[in-house]
């Protein structure tokens, strides 16, 4: 067996690449990496199980060579690749439409070409966009950044073509924190305990602590993945949460295992994201179940950056 993880030297492919070999359906397989070094985190190749056998593709997911390299012998592939960063990408909206939407299309039509098994695709929860109501699979989606937009339009055509010959899985993962070796720091949670780790103030807009927000650890989220390759496959999408936390939650686990930051708050004109709650009753259902909380993951990065507290 040859399983394909696009975007395996990224934060969440970094991880699962290590989880691969001990997950017992991919025992003995051969994992493929594929990844352009958009960020070069060549570090997350250091440090790789030494028992489980890996090769590596280097190329960008918009070449048709590339997928058909990356593709050859594959039963597996797990779709991580993608530009995620969400403000970036309104800079970048054309790049971001042929990365998120055009490529990963692509590479689900030569996936089911190539007579592949099974498609893990990890989406996000921003698909949703603004809303003050309980959000399941089924609630209407408005994304409100290219990124979003992409990853939703490309969910949405591979599901119109899916015709259950190869099994696919849309996961909708909340918004990912908790360490990894490919490290990113562009989420809240990540973001904070940097800054506090250095001795920098953390900036909480007033009137925004209670706001919530689906959390999701890094270790949850692969879990997630190898749960969708076992159980699941129906063509369906799927919320992947962790806790409905506040932000207050978020300051709250950072302040105690960060006893030294300061806490500013500042006025804003408008602020960048209403509370929202994502329900992941669907995927529970099927006897999936998270294991971290936002407490334990900031513990996780405080000792990571042990050396400055």
């Known amino acids: 067996m040859t399983v394909l993880v696009t975007g395996g030297l990224g934060y969440l492919g970094s991880s699962l690449i290590r989880e691969l070999p001990t997950h017992p359906k991919f025992s003995g397989s051969t994992i493929r990496i ?45 779709h991580l690749a993608a530009i995620t960063n969400a403000p970036e990408t309104f800079d970048i909206p054309e790049k971001t439409w042929e990365v998120n939407h055009e490529a990963a299309v692509n590479l689900f ?18 698909v949703y966009g603004r809303t003050e109501q309980k959000i399941t699979e089924h609630s209407e989606c408005n994304p409100e950044s290219p990124y979003a937009e992409a990853k939703l339009q490309a969910e949405s055509d591979m599901f119109a073509e899916y ?76 919320n992947v949460v962790g806790e409905n936390g506040r932000l ?31 329900s992941d009753e669907k995927i529970r259902s099927h006897g999936f179940e998270t294991g971290h909380t936002l407490d334990q993951g900031v513990e996780e990065l405080a000792d990571k950056f042990r050396a400055f507290l």
């Open 248 to 278: 207050q939650d978020v300051v709250d686990a950072i302040t105690k295992h960060f006893p030294d930051v300061e806490i500013g708050y500042t006025e804003a004109e408008q602020l960048n994201q209403l509370s929202y709650i994502v």
């Open 34 to 78: 594929l990844d352009n070094f958009r960020q070069p985190r060549f570090h997350s190749l250091w440090d790789l199980p030494a028992y489980a056998d890996y090769d590596f593709v280097e190329g960008d997911i918009r070449d048709s060579s590339v997928r058909e390299a990356a593709l050859e012998d594959v039963d597996t592939v797990f």
């Open 109 to 126: 039509r030569d996936a089911q070409k190539s007579g592949v098994d099974e498609f893990v695709n990890a989406v996000t929860c921003s």
């Open 163 to 238: 015709d259950g010959e190869m099994d696919l899985t849309g996961l909708r993962l909340g918004t990912v924190y908790g360490w990894s070796p490919g490290m990113r720091f562009d989420t809240v949670v990540d973001k904070f305990a940097f800054l506090a780790a250095t001795g920098q103030p953390l900036t909480v807009y007033e009137g925004a602590e209670d706001q919530k927000r689906p959390y999701l650890h890094v270790q949850d989220s692969v879990r997630s993945m190898l749960f969708a390759a076992d159980e699941l496959g129906d063509g369906e999408a799927y």
